[in-house]
């Protein structure tokens, strides 16, 4: 995600309005150059003071995904449509714990697809969650919603509800899960390494009770 400011449209109607004044109240000033350069001066300062009254707003632009494997960019962009559903449904529900439940699942589909991103090759690994678990948890909460709105909802509805919201826990441990199963190889190498790195120390008298030995007596 990066930062992009878009900037009000408020200051340009205001310095236009400004010449629409001048044309209606005074036109025959427009005619000559004094008039133009006056006009033209204060359009500016209206422009400048109103660009400070009204600086526009500061969006979050997700840039597209940029894997290097045009097959993974796009389940990168599938998944982020998902998940953008599930923060849609978060943002329109007002219960605590649901929120909370959805809100883990974001954040881990998120991590998810960052790893992926950076590592194409984790592509078979997260190929279910990709194309069933996500989508699943996606089409679960669009249709709680629908659900939701329901005016006055009966037994089988109240019924399907509540089936989802006792799902939503053990989908968010899933995805975290998930997540914590693409680490999985980079912790066995770490600890290998580690293990190696204190069998060459060892072996070279480099590690004792006092720690690393620096050779001074």
Not at 75 to 87: T, Y
Not at 144 to 157: C, F, K, L, V
Not at 161 to 176: P, Y
Request: no cysteine.
């Amino acid at each position: 995600m990066r930062k992009k400011r878009i900037r009000s449209a408020i200051p340009i109607y205001g310095a236009a309005a400004l010449w629409l004044l001048a044309g209606l109240i005074l036109p025959g000033r427009l005619l000559r150059l004094s008039g133009l350069l006056l006009t033209a001066v204060a359009s500016a300062l209206a422009y400048a003071a109103l660009s400070k009254l009204f600086p526009g707003r500061e969006v979050e632009v997700r840039e597209a995904a940029n894997s290097g494997d045009r097959d993974v960019d796009a389940l990168i962009e599938d998944g982020r449509g998902k998940l953008d559903g599930l923060r849609a449904a978060n943002a329109a529900i007002s219960d605590a714990d649901i929120s909370q439940k959805l809100s883990r699942m974001t954040k881990a589909g998120e991590e998810i697809l960052k790893v992926l991103e950076k590592d194409t090759s984790q592509a078979q690994a997260v190929h279910r969650f990709l194309n069933y678990y996500l989508p699943t948890a996606d089409k679960l909460m669009s249709a709680y919603r629908m659900m939701g709105e329901a005016s006055n909802p009966g037994e089988n509805i109240q019924h399907a509800m509540k089936s989802v919201e006792n799902s939503l826990g053990m989908i968010a441990d899933a995805f975290e899960k998930q997540l914590d199963n693409l680490y999985k190889d980079r912790t066995l190498d770490i600890e290998t390494d580690i293990d190696v790195l204190e069998t060459m120390m060892a072996s070279d008298g480099l590690t004792g009770m006092g720690g690393v030995q620096t050779g001074e007596k």
